[in-house]
């Protein structure tokens, strides 16, 4: 899909912010825990949750997809998954928690995803190990239950997909599991609500969580189970960000946790921009110059990696030089040398990436990965002239209808083919 973008000059509107991608592809695979209906709401209408629920079918499951409802029923399952579509998408490694707690047993191809950069699951498999299960790193991946236990699980690093497998694979086992030094992002929260309504006692303390597993989910207390996905806090700084990126933007953005956001709101606000906020919606006014900024971006609480290819481009427009180090994902720069087609003065300088203002003009990009595609999507609505951003479709795989609530804001963005 070739988009073609052309020179934007306001930004200006309400949009409403759907489910949170990342959040659904893991309660999707949670489901998988329980053999009663599984109803989730909010489930944003894109690529990636097209595709692992291809996977859940290939595997056995009943899904019903009507207006962002998901209806799952996963009565009879496979721990054999073979599909191609697991090396397409990162979220596939949640199978890997969610049928060793299922059927203890699981044989899945190499999960693949956005190749922004090089993305293992040694930590996913060190979990499995310390709990018990054997692991032979054979293609496809086997592994196996052994002397399952539960145990204490202290991670060297955050990892959101580790973090979750291990909630997973500690649900079915008796008694209780610690991670020490988990990922504590609202998506690994929001798995951790709807476990909780499958009768799994999960508590969360400062840098731990506490899983007390079951082997029989007996006490669901009632049917069907139901969950809201929360709002994507990725989507909602991606639109805060391009209004950011304008002089004297207006937009508001609803159905939005703000507490999700409040490093990238201290963000804006330390650029210029005045925010508003409501229990559910936030406003945002840009300056009419943008100030820059001195920013490291680290796991939550910090400002979010998936936003830092979409901040490189805005901070473009700032008044002078800004530097930001993103320590998640310190190679997730394939953004950085499509922006400089467009005249960007954007580098890397010892693992830091180095924004200059810069006046761009149009050409002809390709995105690269997901968050690529909305840096570039912005970039090319400042650059004089007609910009074509080849592989345009790697927005949709993470963001709903973002060419109509793009062009609602005043993006002059097209599809070309
Ligand atoms: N890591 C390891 N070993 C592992 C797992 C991770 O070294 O076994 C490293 C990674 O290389 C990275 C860091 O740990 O340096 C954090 O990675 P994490 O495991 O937290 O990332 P993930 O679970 O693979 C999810 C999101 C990403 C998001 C990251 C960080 C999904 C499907 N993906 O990935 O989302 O960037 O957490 O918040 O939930 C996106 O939406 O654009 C996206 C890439």
């Known amino acids: 899909m070739i988009l073609k973008v052309a020179k934007t000059t306001n930004i200006n509107g309400t949009i409403r912010i759907s489910g949170s991608k990342n959040s659904s592809l893991a309660l999707i695979c949670a489901s998988l825990l329980s053999k009663e209906e599984v109803v989730l709401n909010n489930v944003p209408d894109i690529e990636d ?13 009943n899904i019903k997809y009507e207006n962002n409802t998901l209806t799952i029923q996963n009565r009879k399952i496979s721990y054999k998954v073979n599909s191609e579509l697991v ?3 990162r979220g596939s490694s949640y199978l890997i928690g969610a049928l060793l707690a299922r059927c203890k047993k699981v044989e899945i191809s190499e999960p693949g995803g956005c190749n922004f950069c090089d993305r ?8 499995a190990n310390l709990l018990g299960y054997v692991v032979k790193n054979t293609s496809p991946l086997i592994i196996k239950k052994g002397n399952v236990t539960s145990n204490t699980i202290i991670f060297p690093k955050k990892s959101v997909g580790a973090t979750i497998n291990t909630i997973f694979m500690a649900s079915n086992i008796d008694g209780i599991t610690t991670i020490i030094n988990p990922s504590l992002e609202p998506e690994v929260l929001d798995v951790c609500k709807l476990l909780k ?20 989910l007996t006490k669901i207390i009632s049917y069907p189970i139901v969950h809201e996905v929360i709002p994507d806090r990725i989507e909602a700084g991606s639109y805060l960000l391009l209004a950011s990126s304008f002089p004297n933007s ?61 901040l490189s481009s805005t901070l473009l427009f700032s008044q002078s030089k800004s530097v930001i180090e993103d320590r998640v994902f310190p190679k997730r720069l394939s ?19 180095i924004i200059e203002p810069s006046i761009l003009s149009s050409s002809i990009v390709e995105a690269k990965d997901l968050r690529c595609a909305m840096a570039l999507v912005i970039a090319a609505a400042h650059a004089e002239g007609v910009t074509l951003i080849e592989k345009g479709e790697y927005l949709l795989r993470g963001y709903e209808n973002p060419l109509s609530k793009m062009k609602r804001l005043g993006v002059n963005v097209d599809i070309i083919y």
Do not use: C
């Open 49 to 61: 949750i097209k595709k692992i629920i291809e996977i859940l079918r290939s595997i056995g499951s």
């Open 335 to 353: 953004h950085l040398n499509e922006l400089k087609k467009l005249g960007a003065k954007i580098y890397l300088e010892n693992e830091q990436i």
């Open 87 to 89: 090396r397409q998408i």
């Open 120 to 127: 293992p699951i040694d930590l996913h498999l060190y979990a």
């Open 197 to 216: 309504k499958m009768s799994i006692e999960i508590s969360i303390e400062e840098n731990k969580i506490l899983i007390n597993g079951v082997k029989k």
């Open 250 to 310: 207006k937009i508001e953005i609803q159905n939005v946790n703000s507490s999700h956001l409040t490093n990238v709101l201290i963000l804006l606000k330390s650029l210029g921009a005045k925010i508003i906020k409501t229990p559910d919606s936030i406003k945002l006014e840009s300056p009419q110059t943008l100030k820059n900024t001195n920013l490291i971006i680290s796991e939550y609480p910090y400002f979010p990696t998936d936003l830092q290819q979409i």
